[in-house]
């Protein structure tokens, strides 16, 4: 088998290079952590679809049953709740994105649209 | 030998600063870690029907209709929920009604609780909780 010497001259950092190095990697692993923002984002949906599902279920848009479930899911979050065009606000702390969720229900041989608006960030 | 000084404390003050700020990340991270799982349990609890694990779904399901119907709980399946089938990081599932409360296990330490908008089968409203801690 043959080996070939190595003959190429290499290159040395200085100190100050190295530690300048080490410093660089270490702040670009830390600004690689991943957001968690989408997964505040799932959450928020998976618990509007909550409120809709049991709404459709149970057939009762009550406007005061309807914003005493909000709050029980968003105790402070701002909120909008649409039933079939009619609006309910939900008061509360105004955040920057807005998520929303929508769904249908048939009643009284119409399809009808619901849809929970949350505020948060 | 004042440049090497000046660079170690440099260095001192560059390390002592990145220390303080892995540490804060670490910790948003750790609870970053368990608010999945705690989101992802519930999750799978409200959607899942399953007899023999009712750890890993409690919703009811619909013999006649032949599916599971999400959101809505089978008491006895939560009633047959052991803490010590639970899996990694999941402590507590809690499901709470006007005129009922079931706990299966007991939550310590830093947790996260989500927490899931449910019925039951006389769809009566209540909410299930689900806490993950370290």
Not at chain 2, 61 to 76: A, F, G, H, P, S
Not at chain 2, 77 to 99: G, Q, T, W, Y
């Amino acid at each position: 088998m043959q080996q070939h010497a190595i003959k190429e001259k290499g290159f040395s950092f200085t100190l100050e290079a190295l530690i300048s190095l080490m410093v660089l990697a270490a702040f670009l692993g830390i600004l690689q952590e991943k957001s968690t923002a989408g997964l505040e984002k799932i959450y928020c949906l998976q618990k509007e679809n909550d409120l809709i599902k049991a709404w459709i279920k149970t057939k009762n848009f009550n406007e005061k049953e309807l914003e005493k479930d909000f709050r029980e899911m968003f105790p402070a979050e701002e909120g909008k709740i649409t039933v079939d065009g009619k609006k309910t606000n939900v008061s509360g702390r105004k955040g920057k994105n807005t998520i929303i969720s929508e769904g249908f229900y048939f009643e009284g041989g119409k399809i009808k649209k619901i849809s929970v608006m949350v505020s948060q960030g | 030998m004042v440049s090497a000084i000046v660079i170690l404390l440099m260095v001192f003050i560059m390390v002592s600063a990145l220390n303080q700020k892995i540490t804060e990340k670490s910790e948003t991270k750790n609870l970053a870690y368990l608010k999945s799982k705690a989101v992802f349990f519930a999750d799978s609890l409200v959607k899942n029907s399953n007899e023999k694990e009712p750890e890993k779904g409690i919703a009811l399901y619909d013999k006649e209709k032949k599916r599971v119907q999400e959101n809505v709980i089978d008491l006895k399946l939560a009633e047959k929920l052991d803490e010590k089938k639970f899996p990694e990081k999941l402590k507590e599932i809690r499901i709470e009604f006007s005129n009922m409360k079931i706990t299966a296990g007991r939550k310590e330490g830093a947790c996260f609780e989500a927490k899931r908008f449910i019925l039951n089968e006389s769809n009566e409203k209540g909410v299930l909780y689900a806490t993950a801690c370290n």
